[in-house]
């Protein structure tokens, strides 16, 4: 059965599929505002013209997720696969964002990598399994979210809702490693107040960039040592970024305002309200040092917060170990990855043992020529493809 389903994989059908979703549009604007209802309409007609059972979930007006079901024949153990729907914005892309170029082996396109391709082999794969009429004892469940390069409001409206699915395989780009674990994050800001006056009297006014640098400065020499305080076995410390700054609109007015954002990278056992007391305590002792000091800070609590671990003991970790193996002839490395997925809204949401794992360089991933490799995409879809196998047709116990 396993060589029937891999002989039925074609790498032009599959490759054909990634190439219409990336002409499809389906970038986020910032950080609240996309549209998914285009490419969620079409993988929707794919997966109901191939069997499956459909519906779209909208997670808000204009952003729905698509959920595609096939049944299973003796109710045993059920698997989804899942990718998301949205891309980030094309600004600065160097090639055509939207051909789907196919050049030298390699796929090209926003949503190359991050995570169109490896969609398209979920729903190939899932398509195949159907068309050969391979028979599952466990149901396949074949999925998209919106907005998961925004604030996730697709997964987290899907984790609440799903029921019995007892695994999933999230398909971001891993270089085919095993992802058992990822940080969480929130986005702290931060902002100092001054008083404005004229530049060439700067002795008369207040600069809040300069007291932004002195809060930036003790941040920088304090955080690190407090961070070190939650090292986690498989991730490591926390992190923090300063990402954007803002403050001043004149070089002849002394500024009254400076912002500034900080990427915050949280490990389990952290939460926004913690990450959040560990700043304010630095904040409240150059208060004290400096009682002309205006700072304060807030800071973004979502579900992009929750990090993610599972075992490695988790069937659906040896089951994709096993295919992978039998696949490449080699073992996959298990991993933690540095970036945020939909997996956690799986995993602490939806009490679902989820892993990552997809074809893909990250950091080829929102790049000025984004692209695949399609032989590593044809390695991928292969190993789903067993991995459904292997896991569908697992034997609950009495």
Same mark, same amino acid.
């Given at each position: 059965?396993?060589?029937q389903l891999?002989?039925?994989?074609?790498?032009?059908?599959?490759?054909?599929?990634?190439?219409?979703?990336?002409? %499809?549009?389906?970038?986020v604007? *910032?950080?609240?505002? /996309?549209?998914?209802?285009?490419?969620?309409? !079409? =993988?929707a007609? +794919?997966?109901?013209?191939?069997?499956?059972?459909?519906?779209?979930?909208?997670?808000?007006?204009?952003?729905p997720n698509?959920?595609?079901?096939?049944?299973g024949?003796?109710?045993?153990?059920?698997l989804?696969l899942n990718?998301?729907?949205?891309?980030?914005?094309?600004?600065?892309m160097?090639?055509?964002?939207?051909?789907?170029?196919v050049e030298?082996g390699?796929?090209?396109?926003?949503?190359?990598v991050?995570?169109?391709?490896?969609?398209a082999?979920?729903?190939?794969v899932?398509?195949t399994?159907?068309r050969?009429?391979?028979?599952?004892r466990?149901g396949?469940?074949?999925?998209?979210?919106?907005d998961?390069?925004?604030r996730?409001?697709?997964?987290?409206a899907?984790?609440?809702?799903?029921?019995?699915?007892?695994a999933? %395989?999230?398909?971001?780009?891993? *270089?085919?490693?095993? /992802?058992?674990?990822?940080k969480?994050?929130t !986005? =702290?800001t931060? +902002?100092?107040?001054g008083k404005?006056?004229?530049g060439?009297?700067?002795?008369?006014?207040v600069n809040a960039?300069?007291?932004?640098?002195?809060?930036?400065?003790a941040l920088?020499?304090?955080?690190?040592q407090?961070s070190g305080?939650?090292?986690?076995?498989?991730?490591g410390?926390?992190?923090?970024?300063?990402?954007?700054?803002?403050g001043?609109?004149?070089a002849?007015v002394v500024?009254?305002f400076c912002?500034?954002?900080?990427?915050?990278?949280m490990?389990?056992?952290?939460?926004?309200?913690?990450?959040?007391?560990?700043?304010?305590?630095?904040?409240?002792r150059?208060?004290r040092?400096?009682?002309?000091?205006?700072?304060?800070?807030?800071?973004?609590?979502?579900?992009k917060?929750?990090?993610?671990?599972?075992?490695?003991?988790e069937p659906?970790?040896q089951?994709?170990?096993?295919s992978?193996?039998?696949v490449?002839?080699?073992?996959?490395e298990?991993?933690?990855?540095?970036?945020?997925?939909?997996?956690?809204?799986f995993?602490?949401l939806?009490h679902?043992?989820?892993v990552?794992?997809?074809?893909?360089?990250?950091?080829?991933a929102?790049?000025?020529?984004e692209?695949?490799?399609?032989?590593?995409?044809l390695?991928?879809?292969r190993?789903?493809?067993?991995?459904?196998?292997?896991?569908?047709?697992?034997?609950?116990?009495p």
């Amino acid at each position: 059965m396993s060589h029937q389903l891999l002989d039925g994989i074609r790498k032009d059908d599959f490759v054909s599929l990634a190439r219409d979703l990336i002409r %499809i549009p389906s970038a986020v604007k *910032g950080i609240d505002e /996309g549209d998914e209802r285009e490419i969620a309409n !079409f =993988i929707a007609k +794919r997966l109901e013209d191939s069997g499956f059972v459909v519906r779209l979930q909208e997670a808000k007006t204009g952003r729905p997720n698509v959920i595609g079901t096939l049944r299973g024949s003796g109710g045993e153990y059920n698997l989804m696969l899942n990718g998301h729907l949205d891309t980030v914005e094309t600004t600065g892309m160097t090639i055509d964002p939207f051909a789907g170029k196919v050049e030298e082996g390699k796929l090209y396109g926003r949503g190359a990598v991050d995570m169109k391709s490896a969609l398209a082999a979920l729903i190939y794969v899932g398509e195949t399994v159907n068309r050969l009429g391979m028979e599952l004892r466990g149901g396949l469940t074949i999925s998209g979210c919106a907005d998961e390069e925004g604030r996730a409001i697709g997964s987290r409206a899907m984790a609440q809702s799903l029921t019995g699915i007892d695994a999933a %395989i999230v398909g971001e780009p891993t *270089g085919m490693k095993i /992802g058992i674990a990822h940080k969480g994050l929130t !986005f =702290i800001t931060m +902002r100092t107040y001054g008083k404005a006056t004229h530049g060439s009297a700067p002795q008369l006014g207040v600069n809040a960039i300069m007291a932004m640098n002195k809060v930036l400065t003790a941040l920088d020499a304090e955080l690190p040592q407090l961070s070190g305080r939650k090292c986690h076995p498989a991730l490591g410390s926390p992190t923090h970024n300063v990402g954007v700054i803002r403050g001043g609109y004149r070089a002849n007015v002394v500024p009254d305002f400076c912002e500034v954002e900080i990427d915050r990278r949280m490990v389990p056992g952290e939460t926004v309200q913690s990450v959040l007391g560990e700043i304010n305590v630095i904040l409240e002792r150059l208060r004290r040092e400096d009682p002309s000091l205006r700072v304060e800070a807030s800071a973004v609590d979502w579900v992009k917060a929750l990090p993610m671990d599972i075992s490695k003991d988790e069937p659906i970790v040896q089951s994709v170990s096993r295919s992978h193996r039998a696949v490449t002839g080699k073992e996959s490395e298990l991993s933690t990855l540095p970036y945020w997925t939909d997996a956690s809204s799986f995993v602490n949401l939806g009490h679902i043992p989820t892993v990552v794992y997809g074809p893909g360089d990250i950091s080829q991933a929102h790049s000025a020529a984004e692209h695949i490799d399609i032989n590593e995409l044809l390695t991928y879809a292969r190993t789903i493809a067993l991995t459904v196998l292997d896991y569908c047709n697992r034997q609950k116990p009495p």
